[in-house]
């Protein structure tokens, strides 16, 4: 127990680890520290085995140093880094020591339930309420409360419920059926108004040919019309000049005849 005081802080090594705490060699004393689960750590550790293992070195502080040698260790008020003290006032640990102790004389205390008035009915003679309160009547008679009736629960058989899945699925094919069918005739009325379309399409089309051939046949028919007016006026200047000629001739004859008549 040489040079081994409270506060003091030192590089120890770790003797035996228990489920309760870890024991530590303290450099210059004869005697072994503690370090206790609940100072190892400032979160809760359940097994110190899982955290501290036999030979290595931690940062330690001494807390308590008891008559009969016990000494109280910590390493959670140590900087496991460097060393250096991060509770060097003790305010840390004086809170720690007083949850302990609060911890201990702390007992439930038994609930007792005082609903119940220490007083007597006037009118009944029953204890726990006023005659105010009291619903006897006047003449003594007791009423009691009519139980409720239950309802009886009617299970209906899985027939039914079968029958009734299957009546919803035929409305459901149903359903599908008919909304597959307003498709199918949006499709095909979409293909009627295309195919009418291309119909009208190719009757313009026809049309304007026809247009075109009439104009044509009208034009070439007056071109013929008009050739068959020249050749006809050409046949009657003909028959004009030959009907003239005749007539000359005819004439000479008669001169001829009235000059020579002895011929």
């Known amino acids: ?51 501290l293992q036999k030979g290595e070195r931690v940062w330690c502080k001494v807390i308590t140093v008891g008559d009969d040698g016990k000494i109280g260790l910590s390493m959670k008020y140590v900087n496991q880094g460097n060393g250096t003290d991060l509770d060097p006032n003790g305010v840390e640990l004086q809170r720690d020591m007083q949850k302990k102790k609060t911890a201990g004389k702390y007992e439930r205390k038994a609930i007792h339930l005082e609903a119940v008035l220490n007083t007597t009915c006037t009118k009944c003679g029953t ?6 309160d009291c619903f006897m009547s006047p003449d003594g008679k007791k009423y009691e409360l009519i139980p409720e009736v239950e309802e009886e629960v009617v299970v209906q058989p899985q027939v039914e419920t079968n029958e009734k899945e299957k009546e919803k699925k035929r409305k459901q094919k149903k359903a599908k059926k008919k909304q597959k069918a307003k498709k199918h005739k949006q499709g095909t009325d979409d293909t009627d108004s295309d195919d009418k379309e291309v119909v009208k ?5 026809h049309s304007k040919d026809q247009k075109k051939k009439k104009k044509k046949h009208s034009n070439s028919s007056d071109n013929e019309n008009s050739s068959e007016s020249s050749s006809s006026h050409d046949v009657k200047a ?26």
């Open 1 to 51: 127990m040489v040079n081994c005081k409270v506060n003091q802080i030192f590089l120890g090594e770790i003797a035996s680890v228990q489920n309760y705490g870890a024991f530590i060699r303290i450099p210059g004393c004869s005697a072994q520290g503690l370090i206790h689960k609940s100072q190892v750590s400032s979160a809760h550790v359940d097994d110190v085995a899982e955290i």
């Open 127 to 132: 204890a726990g309420h006023l005659s105010n």
């Open 201 to 205: 399409k190719k009757k313009k089309k």
């Open 238 to 263: 003909h028959k004009r000049k030959r009907s003239e000629s005749l007539e000359k001739r005819t004439k000479k004859c008669k001169h001829s005849k009235s000059k020579y008549p002895d011929r």
